[in-house]
């Protein structure tokens, strides 16, 4: 420990390395639930690449497991420490280095925050699509971690969209650059693209170059409200299949709708099984909203309301951003799913999971990129109550058990993991596991960056899948 | 040889393993000029996902190199044979298997044609947005093999934007799938778009899920003459810069509309240095289009005509498409290149390949993505006169470098193959060559597929890098 502290301090500040426990046992966990997280030996806060390459010769030396952190609000467990680790925290690398309108792209360091990104490429008329819930809180460098999703995917796609080049520490501190500056590129194997999504355990990123788009025009909104979730989602098949590309397209079940009120007083209607919410983002929004909302009533909406403007619009976006927070204060802890389905099999994995609530007799709000396909079932339980506990992580994975059953996947973009570690290999299967073990070999073989996530591999310091806490 | 191809015949119809030398001789290449081509010991042209595990695991019984070709409309040499290897043609695996407007999915075999595709998906409405130049012969798995891009990717990306999911066989035989049929999904490492550009190095695809999007209206282009590259450059720069999101935006030098005008009498205006073409296929582009025109118009356009209609705008795609099989004409031999720089060096790149064309006597003609900043200088040249011969391949050369020192990349969109292999190392840098030829040995232990293609490794049956024929 003397020793590891002592080395690292060589090529840090003194301020950049922090050992008391008080201190690095703040850094110990992301915000996922059901997650073991173990004790950092020390936390590191490079600020420049150079640092980054130092802590990962250090770590390669001695042999010390290193766990890079950005915000530590993902949802997987990816980011918690395991015991004895190095915590290479990203955050004080937080520059955007350039903005590049007639490139369309931006230059930056890993901690900067999403939403500064996108405040600061909006003064220059243009947009970074991807918008995790937590974009006022977590960082680029986290979102590329776990290909972060978010509301724009059903028209903007993922983070894995945005990212045209990488530059990388691998483990033994050698710097790789990925990728290119450019519109296109397809020289060699896609290493960028193999970064994503890979959570800290294939190398660390320190500087990225995201394709950025024109702003587009502020969205219009309207919501409809249905008798059933069933209901909602025929009217969300419709409007897929009717070719049109809403901005936003948003499903909120009952539970959800009235945890929101509950919170913020918004005066959503609180009789509705489930709320649709589409946006559209295009010049003339107007014949689009109004074909939707035919396509609603016709699937058997109640109710459809069009937002005024864009005010509105804005403040029902607001409400669907506030879910989570909302159904968190429902019951002392949460478990947010993350299960991509088919389109079609939506209304079979709203209905599954309300089965499972009642099967349990758990309260499992529902908020879902509908648009996606992509639900988060939002189980809410008392950790204290053993049986309530145990009941919970069930239901959890009930939920991925019936995801996979309708042909979807366990993540849609929240990440594997500790959470999902298991769960990975039944979805992947033997060969693609075998694949991947190959390929975290290749970049890591001795199995030192963020030991234990995403999969295990041979010799690497893995904590294991958790029980439940 | 006899054990080859009888093995070969114990998994596949007699029909299907051709080894008479005057037909497997045909299988020997793709559109690259400049690439060294061997004599397959068999041709092999499966029609089943079994087919292909029992074709390559009797190549790795018997240490066989397998080069598996799609439409060879390439132009890096990546489906060129290697003397006494089975070639692999993919295109009787043609099946559309499926369309599905609510997922917004096609799941095909990799020897459907591009354009096939393009038009079976138009009758749901939908459209599968990646279309090179050969999209009327090339095949899904070519495009995939070689991350293709063409006409659309300044406003739909390239062809790793469309593949969601992938069942590849591997060299050994067994089957991969990876990725997914939904909207989103970020289970594990992206073994996905791992494969997409890796030229038949990795493995073999015998299945691809891909996105598709509702077609857009049809396009309206417009045409504008400027008296030097750079003052169209400039404009292109201006459109980009403010936000304009063009269907299409591409360039024609003179040499190049002179071409077209001799190839098929379109009338394009002869005197002018480069002409710009930009399309919008937006409900209404009219706003647009204006705005583009007084665009062209500041940066120094002598003429701007727009067109009266979809026909008319179909007509000057039409005259783009035919820029390479015109320049094809002005000489016995072509050498197509496939730099990409950012847009703001898109002016020094036109001027540095005319000075490149000058200093060396030769006609390249340049059309160009401009949009994307993707060139294709095609240097013409008479492969019978070794002067001309050497001085083309070295401007070839000189192209690839200069767009290197620009912040640019060797391969836009066509790949690396055999042309560029030497380019790619100095492109990527020593790292990432490392780590790639890690990857490859992950998939492909033995060497076997597609040797010598993209990268050399260490073992693998490599043909080595070409001299000029």
């Given at each position: 420990?003397?020793?590891?502290?002592?080395?690292?301090?060589?090529?840090?500040?003194?301020?950049?390395?922090?050992?008391?426990?008080?201190?690095?046992?703040?850094?110990?966990?992301?915000?996922?639930?059901?997650?073991?997280?173990?004790?950092?030996?020390?936390?590191?806060?490079?600020?420049?690449?150079?640092?980054?390459?130092?802590?990962?010769?250090?770590?390669?030396?001695?042999?010390?497991?290193?766990?890079?952190?950005g915000a530590?609000t993902g949802?997987?467990?990816a980011a918690?420490?395991?015991?004895?680790?190095?915590?290479?925290?990203l955050?004080?690398?937080?520059?955007?280095?350039?903005?590049?309108?007639?490139?369309?792209?931006a230059?930056v360091?890993p901690g900067v925050v999403n939403a500064v990104l996108s405040?600061?490429?909006?003064?220059?008329?243009?947009?970074y699509p991807p918008d995790p819930s937590s974009w006022?809180q977590c960082t680029i460098g986290g979102n590329i971690g776990t290909a972060s999703g978010g509301?724009c995917c059903?028209?903007?796609?993922v983070t894995a969209e945005y990212v045209?080049?990488l530059?990388?520490?691998?483990?033994?501190?050698?710097?790789?650059?990925?990728?290119?500056?450019?519109?296109?590129?397809?020289?060699?194997?896609?290493?960028?693209?193999?970064f994503v999504g890979s959570e800290g355990?294939?190398?660390?990123v320190?500087?990225a170059?995201l394709?950025?788009?024109?702003?587009?025009?502020?969205?219009?909104?309207?919501?409809?409200?249905?008798?059933?979730?069933?209901?909602?989602?025929?009217?969300?098949?419709?409007?897929?299949?009717?070719?049109?590309?809403?901005?936003?397209?948003?499903?909120?079940?009952?539970?959800?709708?009235?945890?929101?009120?509950?919170?913020?007083?918004?005066?959503?209607?609180?009789?509705?099984?489930?709320?649709?919410?589409?946006?559209?983002?295009?010049?003339?929004?107007?014949?689009?909203?109004?074909?939707?909302?035919?396509?609603?009533?016709?699937?058997?909406?109640?109710?459809?309301?069009?937002?005024?403007?864009?005010?509105?619009?804005?403040?029902?976006?607001?409400?669907?951003?506030?879910?989570?927070?909302?159904?968190?204060?429902?019951?002392?802890?949460?478990?947010?799913?993350?299960?991509?389905?088919?389109?079609?099999?939506?209304?079979?994995?709203?209905?599954?999971?309300?089965?499972?609530?009642?099967?349990?007799?758990?309260?499992?709000?529902?908020?879902?990129?509908?648009?996606?396909?992509?639900?988060?079932?939002?189980?809410?339980?008392?950790?204290?109550?053993?049986?309530?506990?145990?009941?919970?992580?069930?239901?959890?994975?009930?939920?991925?058990?019936?995801?996979?059953?309708?042909?979807?996947?366990?993540?849609?973009e929240h990440g594997?993991?500790?959470?999902?570690?298991?769960?990975?290999?039944?979805?992947?299967?033997?060969?693609?596991?075998?694949?991947?073990?190959?390929?975290?070999?290749?970049?890591?073989?001795?199995?030192?960056?963020?030991?234990?996530?995403?999969?295990?591999?041979?010799?690497?310091?893995?904590?294991?899948?958790?029980?439940?806490?």
């Amino acid at each position: 420990m003397g020793d590891l502290t002592e080395l690292l301090r060589e090529g840090l500040p003194a301020e950049a390395v922090l050992t008391d426990p008080d201190v690095t046992g703040s850094y110990g966990r992301d915000m996922a639930g059901f997650c073991a997280a173990g004790a950092p030996a020390v936390v590191v806060l490079p600020r420049t690449v150079e640092q980054v390459q130092h802590v990962l010769r250090t770590a390669t030396a001695l042999r010390v497991p290193v766990v890079p952190q950005g915000a530590r609000t993902g949802l997987s467990g990816a980011a918690n420490a395991t015991d004895g680790c190095i915590v290479l925290s990203l955050v004080k690398m937080d520059r955007i280095l350039e903005i590049d309108p007639v490139e369309r792209i931006a230059v930056v360091e890993p901690g900067v925050v999403n939403a500064v990104l996108s405040r600061a490429v909006a003064e220059h008329g243009l947009c970074y699509p991807p918008d995790p819930s937590s974009w006022e809180q977590c960082t680029i460098g986290g979102n590329i971690g776990t290909a972060s999703g978010g509301l724009c995917c059903v028209k903007y796609g993922v983070t894995a969209e945005y990212v045209l080049g990488l530059d990388v520490v691998l483990a033994d501190g050698r710097l790789l650059t990925t990728g290119r500056r450019t519109a296109k590129g397809v020289a060699g194997y896609d290493l960028t693209r193999l970064f994503v999504g890979s959570e800290g355990s294939l190398g660390v990123v320190v500087r990225a170059v995201l394709a950025l788009r024109p702003a587009p025009p502020a969205q219009l909104a309207l919501a409809a409200e249905f008798p059933s979730a069933a209901a909602a989602c025929e009217a969300v098949r419709q409007i897929m299949a009717r070719g049109h590309a809403p901005s936003l397209l948003e499903l909120m079940d009952r539970t959800c709708v009235q945890a929101v009120n509950s919170l913020a007083k918004m005066g959503l209607p609180e009789t509705t099984e489930a709320l649709l919410l589409a946006a559209f983002d295009t010049p003339d929004p107007a014949p689009d909203l109004a074909a939707v909302a035919a396509l609603c009533t016709d699937a058997g909406a109640t109710e459809v309301v069009p937002a005024e403007d864009a005010a509105e619009s804005d403040l029902l976006l607001e409400a669907r951003r506030l879910a989570l927070p909302a159904l968190e204060r429902l019951r002392p802890a949460t478990m947010i799913d993350d299960v991509c389905v088919p389109r079609s099999q939506l209304a079979a994995m709203l209905e599954g999971t309300a089965a499972i609530a009642r099967a349990h007799d758990l309260t499992i709000g529902v908020c879902a990129h509908a648009g996606d396909g992509n639900t988060h079932p939002v189980v809410c339980f008392d950790p204290a109550d053993p049986d309530e506990a145990r009941r919970a992580r069930a239901s959890f994975e009930e939920i991925m058990a019936l995801g996979l059953e309708l042909g979807g996947t366990i993540t849609g973009e929240h990440g594997v993991g500790l959470l999902k570690k298991e769960w990975l290999a039944r979805e992947a299967g033997p060969v693609a596991m075998e694949v991947q073990r190959g390929i975290k070999a290749v970049f890591d073989p001795l199995g030192l960056l963020n030991p234990g996530k995403v999969l295990d591999v041979p010799g690497d310091h893995s904590i294991g899948f958790p029980a439940a806490t």
